[in-house]
């Protein structure tokens, strides 16, 4: 795969983050549930020249971003190498993460300073208001969790076919790549009914309007569930089949993305289109106001609130209670995972890359290094020596294949138990066969260093 190839595929996997975020921060500034950009306002106000003033600042902020970062993301296809590329695609997704966040909390706390100034409230501010008046049946029936057993029982069966495989590499390949998709259908088993456990919509008093919208969060949230699960076994089971197609391998992967992107989107514009809608419709003068509870917009804080899970304020998923032990902690291990873990692994990405990768022979010893990749072989147990000019078609199984660095342990054609360390760009690879029936292919930073090497083993072993 050549480098420009593979930096327009690593594009492709980070730049759509971009406009799906952009158009649903941008459409925050569209009244749901009585809420703007985060900030609860009674009906008048919401058409206020100010406030709509503010909208069409923040909508224009929002976009300018869009194409700052539209613009941002084009040095990545002129950075030459793989690993370079990826830090700054890192780097790029975390901006734009925070940028995004950035303007909708100043823009919150533009209209809360108007809301204050305005003594804009209600009767049910600062208030945890539940609706008594909505049936049980109103609310919507959980689907039957029998619906997410089929696309489970159909991505385990790669996860079947992987532990009969007589093929090591084959094995491992399968076991991690079918096991992740298998993880996902199982994860939706288990997160599906957490939406039914929440608290339901409450906006006014009209309990009709209150159950309709969440019905629509609940049917939205169960269609995305089911559509996870089915694609998931889909895509575990096509990877499979075609596991030595590379081609498929990234069609189809291409595939699942952005087919699991279109089912998300459209049930979370359906929800923020009723979220929109029916409060307008209601005719209800009053409304709930939950705001103080509300950090910038984005994040609940309520001691008074044992729930640790919570629905998102619009759209139709679900947040954290900051002020619960469990919330601090799993919003830290999400940020951590974000801020620590992407910058962590772009930097050891580069760090492999530019490490040189270097062997010797020491008493009778043949030693490499490289990392965490180390190969202490005596020259005794060497059954076999190659120079090859052209690597065999291969697939890794578990370890890093970039542009310039492909490391760890590869199913190689015509070679068993192998593990790698090579530039694959260079045209000279050694290979040292073992009498255990170990493989290991690697060569040095240069075609000259790695000729030469094998001319100093080949010498070694004659003496």
Not at 32 to 48: S, Y
Not at 79 to 102: D, G, N
Not at 412 to 425: A, M
Request: proline share 5%.
């Amino acid at each position: 795969m050549s480098d420009l190839v593979a930096i327009i595929l690593l594009v492709l996997c980070f730049y759509p983050v971009l406009p799906i975020m952009a158009a649903v921060m941008a459409n925050e500034a569209k009244p749901k549930k009585n809420i703007v950009i985060g900030c609860t306002l009674p009906l008048t106000a919401q058409h206020d020249p100010r406030v709509q003033g503010i909208c069409r600042d923040y909508k224009r902020r929002i976009w300018l971003w869009f194409f700052i970062l539209t613009a941002a993301i084009v040095p990545a296809f002129v950075i030459k190498r793989t690993s370079l590329a990826l830090a700054w695609l890192f780097f790029w997704v975390l901006v734009a993460l925070v940028m995004f966040f950035v303007v909708f909390a100043r823009f919150n706390v533009r209209l809360r300073a108007l809301k204050a100034q305005e003594g804009w409230v209600t009767p049910y501010s600062g208030a945890v208001v539940v609706d008594i008046g909505a049936k049980p049946e109103e609310l919507g029936k959980p689907l039957s969790r029998w619906l997410f057993i089929p696309p489970l029982i159909v991505s385990l069966i790669p996860c079947v076919l992987a532990l009969t495989s007589e093929n090591v590499g084959e094995r491992w390949a399968g076991l991690v790549m079918a096991g992740t998709f298998a993880l996902c259908c199982a994860l939706s088993l288990v997160f599906y009914p957490l939406i039914f456990r929440q608290r339901a919509d409450v906006v006014n008093s009209d309990s009709g309007v209150n159950a309709a919208l969440t019905r629509v969060r609940r049917y939205n949230w169960g269609k995305v569930w089911i559509a996870m699960a089915w694609l998931s076994a889909l895509l575990a089971v096509t990877l499979w089949f075609f596991i030595d197609n590379g081609l498929v391998f990234m069609i189809a992967t291409l595939v699942y993305t952005f087919a699991l992107l279109y089912v998300c989107l459209r049930a979370e514009f359906a929800v923020r289109r009723a979220q929109e809608r029916l409060p307008r419709e209601s005719g209800a003068r009053d409304y709930v106001d939950e705001d103080q509870y509300w950090v910038w917009g984005l994040f609940y804080y309520n001691p008074n609130d044992r729930r640790t899970m919570i629905n998102d304020r619009t759209g139709m998923g679900m947040g954290l209670n900051m002020a619960r032990p469990a919330g601090k902690i799993v919003m830290g291990i999400c940020a951590a995972l974000l801020f620590l873990l992407l910058p962590a692994m772009s930097g050891w990405f580069i760090v492999m890359d530019f490490t040189p990768r270097e062997a010797r022979i020491e008493d009778g010893v043949l030693y490499f290094e490289h990392l965490t990749e180390k190969y202490e072989i005596p020259l005794g147990d060497i059954s076999s020596l190659e120079l090859l000019d052209d690597l065999p078609s291969s697939r890794r199984v578990a370890g890093t294949g970039m542009d310039t660095l492909c490391e760890g342990r590869f199913d190689v054609e015509g070679y068993e138990n192998v593990r790698i360390s090579l530039d694959p760009q260079q045209d000279c690879y050694i290979v040292v066969l073992t009498d255990e029936g170990l493989t290991r292919i690697f060569n040095l930073m240069s075609e000259a260093e790695t000729e030469e090497f094998y001319a100093e083993i080949e010498a070694a072993l004659k003496s």
